[in-house]
T-cell receptor
């Protein structure tokens, strides 16, 4: 159980184009999903928190107009990188919070396999 | 603000040897702590989590971690390393007051020598 998928697993695009990445919780409902970015040999950097049916909350320094997040259902969140440039090339990982009976902090985040974005 | 520090960006052990990956945290509230493992070009897999129950937490693949409040530590151990344990390991802290956001440490790359 608690499987999260991401699509696509990798994508190559030209500079100036937009790319959409999907994150799905396959066997549980996720009221909250998180989007991370990871550079080579580095840790995960939280970009935004996505709540079903409401606007995403972006971390400081993350451009919300560039990284559009939509969480239209309890099992799907999408990240769209608009007008992508080479510096947006990175590994993007989503996670979904499985809502347990305890407090929010104890809920486990289950991670997707990641999407490798390369912008030429 | 909460933070996590992983001591040692790279740890190398021989197959069969003890694995010890260090994690120290800073939190003004009782922390919830997690260890995740990441294999190359993959997402993160939960190894174990501490949520204020037992201080010694057992996880998957033979790993365990002990929460020590006096030392603000949550070190990850495994008695005998396998080649398949070679991966990147991340310690993370979560705060219910922040909507369950995870704050990650810098990561520790574990190498296992035959």
């Amino acid at each position: 159980g608690a499987v999260v998928s991401q699509h696509p697993s990798w994508v190559i695009c030209k500079s100036g184009t937009s790319v959409k990445i999907e994150c799905r919780s396959l066997d549980f409902q996720a009221t909250t999903m998180f989007w991370y970015r990871q550079f080579p040999k580095q840790s995960l950097m939280l970009m935004a928190t996505s709540n079903e049916g409401s606007k995403a909350t972006y971390e400081q320094g993350v451009e919300k107009d560039k990284f559009l997040i939509n969480h239209a259902s309890l099992t799907l969140s999408t990240l769209t990188v608009t007008s992508a440039h080479p510096e947006d090339s990175s590994f993007y990982i989503c996670s979904a919070r499985d809502r347990a009976s305890g407090s929010m902090g104890t809920d486990t985040q289950y991670f997707g396999p990641g999407t490798r974005l390369t912008v030429l | 603000a909460q933070s996590v520090t992983q001591l040692g960006s790279h740890v190398s052990v021989s197959e069969g040897a003890l694995v010890l990956l260090r994690c120290n945290y800073s939190s003004s509230v009782p922390p919830y702590l997690f260890w995740y493992v990441q294999y190359p070009n993959q997402g993160l897999q939960l190894l174990l989590k501490y949520t204020s129950a037992a201080t010694l937490v057992k996880g998957i693949n033979g790993f365990e971690a002990e929460f020590k409040k006096s030392e603000t530590s949550f070190h990850l151990t495994k008695p005998s390393a396998h080649m398949s344990d070679a991966a990147e390991y991340f310690c993370a802290v979560s705060d219910a007051g922040q909507g369950g956001k995870l704050i990650f440490g810098q990561g520790t790359e574990l190498s296992v020598k035959p």
